[in-house]
C-alpha cells in the first residue's frame, strides 16, 4: 500500500505474536484497518485454529451487515498466518505481543525480537499484568518499548491503554496512541506505570467491593450483581463478569499484582481463593459463581 494511502505514515507492517484470542483479534483489527500484518505463533495447529476461529467470527459478522465481504476478504488478504517468528520481525515497524502471561518468557521473547526487528520498530506487550519496564530492559531499545494493553473481544473494545515505562520516548507514545486510533480505538495514555494500569484498577475496586459484601454476609452475589446491573446500568454484574473472564485468571492477576507491590491488600480476596482450589473457574469449567450447562 502506498504511504499517502496507508492509515498511518511510517507503520507499514504490523506483527502480532500469540495466537491465542487476545493475539488473532488484535491481528484481524490490525488487517481490517489497512495494514500488512502478521499473526506469529509457535506451532502450524495454533495458526490454523486461530485463522478458521477468525473466518468463522468474520462470516457470521457478514451476515448479520456488521462487515461487508470486501472489507473482510481485502483484510484476510493482508493477513499471513505464520511460524516463522523472524521472518516476519525482519521487516516489521511495529509489534504487539500478546504472548503467555509469563515473565521469563516474555523477557527471551523481546530480547529475540530486538535481535531480529529493524532498528526503529516499536516493541509493544498487550499485557496488564507485566508493566513493560520488566522487559524493556531486556532489549537495546528500552525507548521503542511500551505496553499497548487491548481489551477482550479485542475486535469490539474501544479502550487501548497506551503505558509508557520511564524510558519510553515521546515518539513512541504518540506512535503508539496514533496506531491505535487508526485502528479505529479510543486510546488512553498513562503518564506512567501502575499494576492494572486505569480500567482494570477501576474494575477492581468494584470487584473487591462486591466481593467484601459478599464475604460480609451483606448480600448474595445474585443480588449484588442484580444491583450492579440495575442501579449502575453494567451490562453484567461482577461476579457474572468474573466467571465470563474466569476465576483462574483473577486470581493470578491479584498475584500477579502482589508480586510486583508485595502489599497484602493486592492478594487474591478469600472467596476467589476458595474457588480457584476448587477448579472452579467460570464458564469455561462449567462452573464459577454461577453453574453452566
Known sequence: MSESTHPLAGIEHVTVIGAGAMGSQIAMVSALAGYTTALVDIADEYVARAKSQLE???????????????????????????????????????????????????RELFADLDRTCPPHAILATNSSNIVSSRVADATGRP????????????????????????????????????????????????????????????LGALRTEALKLYEEGIADFEDIDVAAKTALRHPMGPFELMDLVGVDVVYLIRMAEYEQTGNPESLPRPAIKELYEAGRFGRKSGQGWYSYD
Not at 65 to 75: F, H, I, K, L, M
Open 56 to 106: 468463522s467470527r468474520m462470516n457470521r459478522d457478514v451476515e448479520k451487515g456488521r462487515r461487508s465481504q470486501e472489507d473482510v476478504t481485502v483484510a484476510f488478504d493482508r493477513l499471513t498466518f505464520t511460524t516463522d517468528r523472524d521472518g516476519s520481525a525482519a521487516h516489521t515497524d511495529f509489534v504487539i505481543e500478546a504472548a503467555v502471561e509469563d515473565l521469563g518468557i516474555k
Open 143 to 202: 525507548d521503542k518499548v511500551c505496553n499497548f494493553h487491548f481489551f477482550n473481544p479485542a475486535l469490539v473494545m474501544e479502550c487501548v491503554e497506551v503505558v509508557p515505562n520511564d524510558h519510553t520516548s515521546g515518539e513512541t507514545v504518540e506512535t503508539a496512541v496514533a496506531l491505535a486510533r487508526s485502528f479505529g480505538k479510543k486510546p488512553v495514555t498513562l503518564k506512567r506505570e501502575t499494576p492494572g494500569f486505569v480500567a482494570n484498577r477501576l
